[in-house]
């Protein structure tokens, strides 16, 4: 049966940013519109495009303080006085930017309006691909994110006394969607990611399993870096839909953030767009209603080609892979799947698949996975 499916995009996004020299672009979400709207995906009779609006301050307050929430405004409204290093900003990763509230209010409002229409029944799949800021905790902002969109649209998702599983597969940990949902049994968090001992946030190792009633629903699979198709999708396929199936969800979220692409400058994961593709099919099937968020991703030439090709998979449409000529034009991009290899040796595959087995291995006798 065709799947209703909803984009949630709104133009302000891409216009407003960290910042110059930041490796988050808005950029990158404009160029994935463009590439959906040259390849004509939103033509499809069974796609819709909204614009979302901000979430309401008390929208937010489901997951952040309010203290939190007035900080933001202020700062973005430069308040002076301010000590915004306790809430975690700053030169670097967390800037304060113009219109700060305003933009990463917007994008939670984009993530909560998809859990709305689901619950609705108004689609069966919502990708908020400005989503997926799975760092920022209930009052300080890190890695990148100043809002939780997912942690706010899972508690509201929960309060309608749904079962949510939330799977995470950006390269960097889910942390702020774990600790939120970690002593509870009415959320399953899944997460693939770097090892936290080589990369930011330095969590997700696979002994955080949850705490009292939680203890359980909470999945953490480090992978080695170098970690390449092969053994990512078996690992994949070894924990998460026997998790899903006997957690039984009534929705699932999903945060696709696409740093685990071989040329991802801040990562050292090794995937291709094809096996990124086979993750996006993976959770389509097991899915019964289905919000997508974004994420990471900072190779302005993966990001749009890697979301276009994971809405396809949302909408049931597949895309010639030879990239629209007014596109290659504007962005000087051949081909939609990555059509060269990334660099490493058949010795290192080896060595990476015996540790990505050991840690599937010691994650499936935590969770009596069969």
């Known amino acids: 049966m065709e799947r209703q499916a909803i984009f949630l995009s709104s133009p302000e996004v891409w216009e407003r940013g960290h910042g110059m020299g930041h490796p988050l672009k808005p950029e990158r979400l404009q160029r994935t519109f463009d590439l959906l709207v040259a390849y004509g995906a939103f033509q499809a009779s069974n796609v819709c495009v909204l614009t979302p609006e901000p979430a309401s301050i008390d929208e937010l307050a489901v997951f952040h303080t309010m203290e939190y929430i007035e900080v933001v405004k202020a700062l973005s409204e430069g308040e002076r006085g301010i000590p915004a290093g306790r809430y975690g900003f700053g030169p670097g990763d967390n800037p304060v930017f113009a219109s700060m509230f305003e933009t ?30 799975h760092h920022a905790g ?11 969109d997912a942690a706010v649209a899972i508690h509201w998702l929960i309060q309608k006394d749904l079962r949510v599983a939330y799977v995470d597969i950006d390269v960097h940990h889910g942390d702020g969607v774990q600790w939120a949902f970690f002593d509870t049994d009415r959320v399953l968090t899944i997460s693939f990611h770097q090892d936290g001992r080589t990369l930011f946030p330095g969590t997700g190792f696979v002994d955080e399993i949850g705490r009292g009633a939680g203890v359980g629903y909470c999945v953490n699979i480090p992978l080695p870096p170098g970690t390449g198709d092969e053994g990512y999708l078996w690992a994949f396929r070894e924990v998460v839909p026997p998790l899903l199936e006997r957690f039984d969800a009534d929705i699932v979220v999903s945060q696709l953030g696409v740093d685990t692409h071989y040329k991802d400058p801040l990562a050292q994961l090794a995937l291709t767009t094809h096996g990124q593709e086979g ?6 099937e ?8 974004g994420g990471g ?6 990001v749009p080609r890697a979301w276009t090709i994971a809405f396809g998979v949302m909408s049931g449409q597949t895309f010639p892979d030879e990239l629209p000529s007014n596109y290659r034009r504007k ?40």
Request: charged share 20%.
């Open 104 to 133: 990463e209010s917007l994008k939670v409002g984009s993530s909560l309006k998809g859990a709305k229409l689901l619950v609705r029944g108004e689609c069966d799949v919502a990708f908020s691909y400005s989503g997926g800021l």
């Open 138 to 148: 209930p009052d300080f902002a890190s890695g990148f994110c100043v809002f939780n």
């Open 279 to 284: 993750l996006f099919k993976i959770l389509s």
């Open 286 to 293: 097991l899915a019964p209603r289905w919000l997508a968020l």
């Open 297 to 302: 991703g900072y190779a302005m030439d993966v």
């Open 331 to 370: 962005y000087g991009r051949e081909w939609l799947h990555d059509h060269e290899k990334p660099p490493f040796s058949s010795v290192n595959e080896h060595h990476l698949r015996s540790l990505i087995e050991q840690i599937v291995s010691i994650a499936k006798e935590l969770h009596q996975i069969a």
